[in-house]
């Protein structure tokens, strides 16, 4: 079963602050993806990453970094958090390429930003 | 740019009838596409997903969807549906020479009548 942790589940942060959501996959997967989901919304993708060391740009990267150090881990940091960067995050890894890629998600980090 | 629209907000349905939630796509090319579930403050899971080919494709729990391309439809079905069943179902879809950067609808949230 895939399984992929994310942490902090709950946080609160103030305005300007640096807020950083760490994600872990215990897959093997090349491709990891940061959402985020509003209420009433779809997810949007933030930021994504082919493998270690590298991170792309998704639909809505406006304030917001992503780290990929290692295979297994990848960051999402906000380096001056504003409220309307409240919202839940998600993590996903990626097992295919294509189209065929099928995600595996967190149960996601309930970011307050006051 | 893909896009996709659930235009059903909320479904209700009692326990025991039959289920359609409906999903149109926008994409100029051959779609991948899926039926992800999220329960209650949980990440979402795959429920099933379409490549090219047979047009009817079978999922968890029962689940099964339709690709119509002539009506850019990706309908979701249920021939009954169990109290279990209550959640938010998300379709998205795919391009594929990206690698997993699925476009979400905005949802679909399903109650369950007793």
């Known amino acids: 079963e895939a399984a992929v942790t994310q942490s902090p589940r709950n946080k609160v942060a103030v305005t300007g602050g640096k807020v950083t959501l760490s994600c872990n996959q215990t897959n093997n997967h090349n491709n990891m993806y940061w959402y985020r989901q509003d209420t009433g919304h779809g997810l949007r993708l933030i930021h994504y990453?082919?493998?270690?060391?590298?991170?792309e740009k998704g639909d809505i990267p406006d304030g917001y970094k992503a780290s990929r150090p290692s295979q297994e881990n990848f960051s999402l940091i906000l380096e001056l958090a504003t409220p309307s960067q409240t919202s839940v995050y998600f993590c996903?890894?990626?097992?295919?390429?294509?189209?065929?890629?099928?995600?595996?998600f967190g149960a996601g980090t309930r970011l307050s930003v006051l | 740019a893909q896009s996709v629209t659930q235009p059903d907000a909320r479904v209700t349905v009692s326990e025991g009838a039959s289920l359609q939630l409906r999903c149109k796509y926008s994409y100029f090319g051959t779609p991948y596409l899926f039926w992800y579930v999220q329960y209650p403050r949980q990440g979402l899971q795959l429920l099933l997903k379409y490549y090219p080919g047979d047009p009817v494709v079978q999922g968890v729990n029962g689940f099964e969807a339709e690709f119509s391309k002539s009506n850019s439809s990706f309908h979701l079905r249920k021939a009954s549906v169990h109290w279990s069943d209550w959640a938010v179902y998300f379709c998205a879809v795919s391009p594929w020479t990206n690698t997993g950067k699925l476009t979400f609808g905005d949802g679909t949230v399903l109650t369950v009548k007793p």
């Open positions: 990453s082919y493998g270690a060391g590298s991170t």
């Open positions: 996903a890894s990626g097992d295919g390429l294509g189209g065929q890629n099928t995600l595996y």
